[in-house]
């Protein structure tokens, strides 16, 4: 094995650590030498806006390609889902770790009247935002950003209703039990919650569907470093891989960015060899959905993302797509 010591950039949260580590130890049993370089990332910085308001794509990954291209960092591990669906000149996906758990959970106080009723939910994403107020027309939904443990907090702190969360997050800080593989996406899950911050409840939201490679940790590298790309391919899963990319191509296809109402989630059935797709525009209001739900033979991947992107642009996508960037320019 090659003495070069591969230098790992990562976010300087608790979760971005987490899953530098987990690279990290992964590439140390493969017998590589690894080193872990923390930076700050622009949109951990910027608490006080949205993050659609900041109008920049890939805030969450900036700093760390900026990293990678000066030399600083040799390769780079993010929540898949927080990484534009065009990579830098230069850079490339390296691997596709094997997906956690793609659903999203709505913690609580522990009483879920406010279901029935009004309620507020905060959350930082359009895309939770816009289904929420799909299924609950009469509640109201404010803006939640910082790490989680930050947003456990001001849960605690304010007389929301909830806030939703990613649960692989969540089971990655070992905030809540994981489930085993066979259980995930379980649609009927209650978890409980052990933050330092915040004592109580998680709900799976079964008919939420999930942003584009949620779940899925990707690491990417500089296409010219022969030696990195070859030793980070070993941790790649290919089954993650083939969904993440169905489900990045349609978003991509959307021109949806990482802000915009947009859900995608690709399933690969072993059994019948067939890949299951649901995705789905909304308005930021959460008035307006444009849905597909389709299964086609595994064979059928490498375009289904685009062709359902396709479809949804022809069934009233192309002027709601309009209708988002305007609202989202004001």
Not at 13 to 24: G, K, P
Not at 76 to 92: R, Y
Not at 93 to 98: G, P
Request: aromatic share 6%; glycine share 8%; hydrophobic share 40%.
């Amino acid at each position: 094995m090659a003495e070069k010591t591969i230098r790992i950039g990562t976010r300087d949260s608790e979760l971005a650590l987490w899953q530098a580590h987990t690279v990290e130890k992964k590439l140390n049993d493969l017998g590589y030498k690894t080193e872990i370089i923390a930076v700050k990332s622009e949109g951990d910085i910027i608490l006080d806006k949205p993050l659609y308001e900041l109008g920049i794509t890939g805030i969450f990954t900036k700093t760390l390609d900026v990293a990678m291209i000066s030399g600083q960092v040799d390769i780079a591990v993010h929540s898949m889902k927080d990484v534009p669906t065009a990579l830098p000149q230069g850079i490339v996906q390296a691997a596709v770790l094997e997906r956690a758990n793609t659903l999203d959970i709505l913690v609580h106080k522990g009483n879920l009247d406010f279901l029935e009723g009004s309620g507020t939910i905060a959350t930082g994403s359009l895309r939770r935002q816009a289904q929420w107020l799909n299924k609950y027309p009469n509640h109201k939904v404010v803006d939640l950003r910082g790490n989680v443990n930050t947003r456990m907090q001001k849960l605690q702190d304010n007389d929301w209703s909830g806030a939703v969360f990613a649960a692989a997050g969540l089971e990655r800080l070992s905030l809540t039990p994981s489930p085993s593989p066979k259980e995930r996406g379980a649609s009927s899950a209650s978890y409980i919650i052990n933050s330092p911050s915040f004592g109580g409840v998680g709900e799976a939201l079964d008919w939420m569907i999930p942003a584009p490679a949620q779940g899925a940790m990707v690491v990417v590298a500089m296409a010219e470093d022969e030696f990195c790309r070859e030793a980070v391919s070993e941790l790649n899963d290919i089954e993650t891989e083939v969904c993440t990319h169905i489900e990045r191509q349609f978003l991509r296809r959307l021109e949806g960015g990482c802000t915009a109402p947009i859900g995608a989630l690709a399933t690969y059935n072993e059994e019948e060899d067939t890949i299951h797709f649901e995705g789905v525009l909304f308005s930021i209001d959460g008035q307006q959905k444009i849905a597909i739900n389709k299964v086609v033979p595994i064979e059928e991947w490498k375009n289904l993302g685009y062709h359902s992107a396709e479809e949804i642009l022809n069934n009233g996508g192309t002027e709601l797509m309009k209708t988002i960037k305007e609202k989202l320019k004001k």
